[in-house]
């Protein structure tokens, strides 16, 4: 049974930090490409950042790009999204994903696999 269990997020003052961590199991954490979506209150699910499958690849959405920063650790089976400077704007579900093609993609579609989400709150 494949399992991706988020961990990080709370309340955070605007210009604070997170690092969020999301723990897999059930599946070779290693062949997949991992991902961080997020999805604010009344909008749709936002691709947030990638990593490959070994962390020598990143890719970012242009709106956290300098900010925000994915990492791996693949001897612990977990992918990493430390977020800092946030604002207002970042508060939503953040959700971490596994996806097994070999290419960094930022359509939620291509993810085969979902955690249950993390919520981050920022307040101003």
């Known amino acids: 049974q494949v399992q991706l269990v988020e961990s990080g997020g709370g309340l955070v003052q605007a210009g604070g930090s997170l690092r969020l961590s999301c723990v897999v199991s059930?599946?070779?954490?290693?062949?997949?490409?991992m991902g961080w979506f997020r999805q604010a209150p009344g909008k749709e699910r936002e691709f947030v950042a990638a990593i490959s499958r070994r962390g020598l690849g990143t890719y970012y959405a242009d709106s956290v790009k300098g900010q925000f920063t994915i990492s791996r650790d693949n001897a612990k089976n977990t992918v990493y999204l430390q977020m800092n400077s946030l604002k207002p704007e970042d508060t939503a579900v953040y959700y971490c994903a596994a996806d097994r093609t070999s290419r960094l993609e930022d359509s939620s579609h291509t993810y085969d696999y979902w955690g249950q989400g993390t919520q981050v709150t920022v307040s101003s």
């Open positions: 059930g599946l070779t954490f290693s062949s997949y490409v």
